[in-house]
T-cell receptor, first 124, second 110 residues
Framework: EVQLLESGGGLVQPGGSLRLSCAAS????????MSWVRQAPGKGLEWVSS????????YYADSVRGRVTISRDNSRNTVYLQINSLRAGDTAIYYC?????WGLGSGKYWFDSWGQGTLVTVSS | QSALTQPASVSGSPGQSITISCTET?????????VSWYQQHPGKAPKLIIY???NRPSGVSNRFSGSKSGNAASLTISGLQTEDEADYYC??????????FGGGTKLTVL
């Protein structure tokens, strides 16, 4: 059974930084791309970033490019999201999601498993 | 920039069928075969219910079906049940936006 467990959320002041983690189990981690999707309170889903199975290719939404870095440690079955220069608009539940394939070119563009999310609140 | 447009809300009575549309605006129609749909109940994580336009993952009820015509994808739920009341999101892939989501549709089962 696929399990994704996010951690690292919390209350952060504007301008601060945070690193989210997502520990995965139940599948061959290195063969699947992983993604982060966020949802602001009362709003819809917003894709944030994805990383290929190997970790060699990353993708970012325009809204976070330059402030966010996604990475993964395939030896630890964990994907990370570093968010810098946090602003109120970053307040959201951040979900970790498993892609259907290894990344761009796989032809499997869907999220077949999701974690329960970790809440990031940016406020002074 | 591509975008996916969904109706904000739809409603139906138990036993009825409803359809939620997801219309792609602007370019990259050629890659619009990569449409997936997600169901999200309040306070819960999203769940994949349709991938590649019309395929159902194992364990998803066959009351859920997907289709596409031109630049418009659709999710149909037949035999509506109270537990179908949730938010529904479409998602696609384009060469310029690796992942795009529709704005979401709130389904109310009357």
């Amino acid at each position: 059974e696929v399990q994704l467990l996010e951690s690292g959320g919390g209350l952060v002041q504007p301008g601060g930084s945070l690193r989210l983690s997502c520990a995965a189990s139940g599948f061959t981690f290195s063969t699947f791309a992983m993604s982060w999707v966020r949802q602001a309170p009362g709003k819809g889903l917003e894709w944030v970033s994805s990383v290929s199975g190997s970790g060699g290719t990353t993708y970012y939404a325009d809204s976070v490019r330059g402030r966010v870095t996604i990475s993964r440690d395939n030896s630890r079955n964990t994907v990370y999201l570093q968010i810098n220069s946090l602003r109120a608009g970053d307040t959201a539940i951040y979900y970790c999601a498993k892609d259907g394939g290894w990344g761009l070119g796989s032809g499997k563009y869907w999220f077949d498993s999701w974690g329960q999310g970790t809440l990031v609140t940016v406020s002074s | 920039q591509s975008a996916l447009t969904q109706p904000a809300s739809v409603s139906g009575s138990p036993g009825q069928s409803i359809t939620i549309s997801c219309t792609e605006t602007i370019n990259d129609v050629g890659t619009y075969n990569y449409v997936s749909w997600y169901q999200q109940h309040p306070g819960k994580a999203p769940k994949l219910i349709i991938y590649d336009v019309s395929n159902r993952p194992s364990g998803v009820s066959n009351r859920f079906s997907g289709s596409k015509s031109g630049n418009a994808a659709s999710l149909t739920i037949s035999g509506l049940q109270t537990e179908d009341e949730a938010d529904y999101y479409c998602r696609s892939y384009t060469s310029s936006n690796y992942v795009i989501f529709g704005g979401g549709t709130k389904l109310t089962v009357l």
